[in-house]
């Protein structure tokens, strides 16, 4: 019992002692961000499709809430929550006439389309941030989760034309885990200022399988989509999964504060 108790008391001021020095050691920020990316939904079976399914760039962008505590003059913990909506776009020729068997569509012999998808997600990011305590200059990396709110796939066909429009929110999971690395620069807004000026760019990986649509809107997952990989004529050789990869650059305004007196105090303020 003797030992026991000794043990709370060692583990109670091992607390204690930390939590004292991480309240007298720690600053916060709190900010908005926002910014501008390309999107990509990355599928073996569309990579080696050929010309009727190319992937073709189309803007993305993301806004939300920074926050941040700082153990350290260049040790910090980030949190954020981010609305984004991410776009990827698709176009193609068509050498000879058919119909996806996904979705009964017929195409014709030189006919041209081009198509997009858009899923709309939440993203709730948290970063281990290391930055240089002169120049303000800062590399970042982690965990996010990632709710998907909605998903839309659209296109537009030429000779003969023609437009589709299909609400696919059911064709994703609900949720996603994505792996982010970035590099950025913070910088005061003045001398005497707890105002700052923030940009990065950050590179993130869909850590799960997407499923989702190919170009042509066809279903790649669930019951409807086993037309695709059959044999002995199948659409695609066998089933590969889909991941997001977001490259973006963003800006942002933060007000970092201390909540004790002469706390995190730099020797340089940049």
Known sequence: ????????????LFLLTNTVYFAHAQSLEFGLRGGISSSWFLN???LKAGSDQSYG???????GVHTAINLTHNVGIE???????????YSGTFKNAGEFPGNGVNYYAGQTYSANT??????????????????GKYF?????????????YSATYDNPSFSITNNITNQLPGNDF????GMGWNKRFNHDSKFYFNADFRITYGVFDLGGVDAHGQNLTGPKSVILYE???PYYASYHPTHALDLSANIGVFYRFYPHVMVHKRKIDF
Do not use: C
């Open 44 to 46: 073996e079976n569309l």
């Open 79 to 89: 949190l954020e929550i981010i609305s984004a909506s991410l776009n990827e776009g």
């Open 140 to 152: 970042e990396a982690g965990l996010g989760y990632e709710l998907i709110t909605s998903a839309q």
């Open 57 to 63: 760039f189309a803007l993305s962008h993301d806004f």
């Open 1 to 12: 019992m003797v030992k026991h108790t000794f043990s709370n008391k060692i583990l109670a």
């Open 231 to 233: 044999l002995p004529n």
């Open 178 to 181: 994505v792996a982010i690395v």
């Open 118 to 135: 858009n899923v709309n997600v939440i993203q709730i990011p948290i970063l281990f941030r290391y930055e240089h305590d002169i120049t």
